[in-house]
């Protein structure tokens, strides 16, 4: 099993910044992908950015040139580094991984709010 740690939400102006951590642990899985989802009250959780192990990333057409992920193999950690941040940034922030066996884990989230 494979378990994943959030950190580094919070509170942050408009125009800020703010970066996210997470930490997969445990055993038996070779993962694959990593990445990041969101879900804003009242929506859908959609994608913001996932890294492949191959070293190729895919980011939401909504955090473009904003975000940005950076993923250690050995130490099966990605981070997402969000700049110039937007109020409709505002979400619940989930860490994901899959499994080269294609098995999903997810983090238990983590706020993050954008507000004046």
């Known amino acids: 099993q494979v378990q994943l740690v959030e950190s580094g939400g919070g509170l942050v102006q408009p125009g800020g910044s703010l970066r996210l951590a997470c930490a997969a642990s445990?055993?038996?899985?070779?993962?694959?992908?990593m990445g990041w989802y969101r879900q804003a009250p009242g929506k859908q959780r959609e994608l913001v950015g996932i890294?492949?192990?191959?070293?190729?990333?895919n980011y939401a057409d909504s955090v473009k040139g904003r975000f940005t992920i950076s993923r250690d193999n050995a130490k099966n950690t990605v981070t997402l580094q969000m700049n110039s941040l937007k109020p409709e940034d505002t979400a619940v922030y989930y860490c994901?991984?899959?499994?080269?066996?294609?098995?999903?884990?997810w983090g238990p989230g983590t706020q993050v709010t954008v507000s004046s």
């Open positions: 994901y991984a899959r499994a080269d066996t294609y098995v999903y884990f």
């Open positions: 890294s492949f192990k191959s070293g190729g990333t």
């Open positions: 445990g055993s038996g899985f070779s993962i694959n992908t």
